[in-house]
C-alpha cells in the first residue's frame, strides 16, 4: 500500500510515479482529505505482484469461547 500527496512531491516523483499513481487513486475513490490537503491509496505498479490473492479466515464455531479470556 502506498499513498502520496501529489501538491507536496517534488517534480522527480511527480514524474516517475505521483502523477499516474494519484489519478488511479481518485477513479478508485480513494482520496482522501480536501483542497491541497489530501493523498491518494493504492499500490504502485512495482508492487502490485505483492497482493495478495483472496482470502478468507476461520475463528472457529459460534460456541467458540474467544471473548471470555481476560486481555
Not at 27 to 43: E, R
Request: aromatic share 12%; no cysteine.
Amino acid at each position: 500500500m502506498n499513498y502520496a500527496n501529489p501538491y507536496v512531491s517534488d517534480k522527480k516523483n511527480r514524474d516517475a510515479w505521483v502523477d499516474a499513481f494519484f489519478e488511479k487513486s481518485k477513479k478508485n475513490g480513494l482520496v482522501f482529505g480536501s483542497g491541497k490537503n489530501v493523498h491518494g491509496h493504492g499500490t504502485t505498479k512495482d508492487l502490485a505482484k505483492y497482493i495478495t490473492k483472496p482470502f478468507s479466515i476461520s475463528l472457529g464455531s459460534e460456541s467458540s469461547n474467544l471473548n471470555s479470556q481476560p486481555i
